[in-house]
């Protein structure tokens, strides 16, 4: 099996598991029963998993675009 396939599947496993763990308008508070009503900005893990989300969709894009290219064996 081709690496780059392998890659890809791994990173279209974390990339779906990091958007499902946002949760939209109330936070990781709201994961745990707290609810937040004001609107605020992502802080500490939010910021980080927001910002790891944007990450793997662009390394699965880049990944899909190299699976594309013909393969010269």
Do not use: C, D, W
């Not at 791994?10 to 499902?20: D, G, K, P, Q, W």
């Not at 500490?44 to 969709?57: C, K």
């Amino acid at each position: 099996m081709n690496p780059l396939v392998v890659a890809q599947g791994i990173l279209a496993v974390a990339l779906i598991a990091a958007i499902l763990l946002q949760q939209r308008g109330t936070g990781l508070g709201g994961a745990f029963g707290g609810e937040v009503t004001a609107y605020r900005s992502r802080r500490g893990i939010e910021r980080t998993l927001f910002r790891l989300t944007i990450l793997l969709a662009v390394l699965f894009v880049i990944f899909s675009l190299l699976n594309l290219l013909p393969k010269t064996a």
